[in-house]
C-alpha cells in the first residue's frame, strides 16, 4: 500500500512536510491536491479554511496558526483566485475522528474527487465536483 505522501506526489504534488503537510501545490503551479476526511464533508462540500469551520466548537481557534492549516489557507487563496488550476480531493478516514491530532485509518487509493475552490466570504470551501479513477489523473 502507498503512502499519503507518495499517492500525492503520484499526482504531481509532493507534500511539502510529510509530518504536517495537509496539501501541496504542483512545482508548475498548475495543479493542486488537498486531504478531505470524509466524516467533514457535508453536501458535498468540504471547508478548507478556516479549519475551525469544519467541526463547529469541536476544533480550537489555535489549530488555524498551525503550519499545516497555513499551508492549505495559501494554496486554497491561490486556487480560489486561479480557476485554471486542476485540484483534486484525496478522501481520508480518520481512525478516531474525535482525536487530535488525527491519524488516517486509510484513504481512497483507487479514486480522487475533482474540486472547485471557492471563497464564500470569510470561508474557502472545495466543493466536490465527481470522482475519477487514479490512473487517469497520476502523473509519473
Given at each position: 500500500m502507498t503512502s499519503l505522501s507518495d499517492y500525492c506526489a503520484d499526482l504531481g504534488c509532493p507534500l511539502k512536510n510529510v509530518r504536517w503537510s495537509w496539501c501541496a501545490l504542483s512545482d508548475d503551479r498548475r495543479r493542486a491536491v488537498f486531504t478531505v476526511w470524509a466524516d467533514e464533508v457535508k453536501d458535498r462540500t468540504f471547508v478548507l479554511f478556516p479549519i475551525t469551520e469544519r467541526?463547529?466548537?469541536?476544533?480550537?481557534?489555535?489549530?488555524?496558526?498551525?503550519?499545516?492549516?497555513?499551508?492549505?489557507?495559501e494554496i486554497a487563496s491561490y486556487c480560489a483566485g486561479n480557476p485554471q488550476v486542476e485540484v483534486f480531493g484525496v478522501l481520508c478516514v480518520a481512525e478516531d475522528p474525535a482525536a487530535r491530532p488525527r491519524v488516517r485509518k486509510h484513504f481512497d487509493h483507487e479514486t480522487v474527487f475533482k474540486v472547485s475552490v471557492v471563497s464564500d466570504g470569510e470561508r474557502i470551501v472545495a466543493h466536490l465536483i465527481g470522482r475519477m479513477p487514479i490512473e487517469s489523473v497520476a502523473r509519473r
Open positions: 467541526r463547529l466548537g469541536e476544533i480550537p481557534e489555535e489549530a488555524n496558526q498551525k503550519a499545516g492549516a497555513k499551508e492549505v489557507l
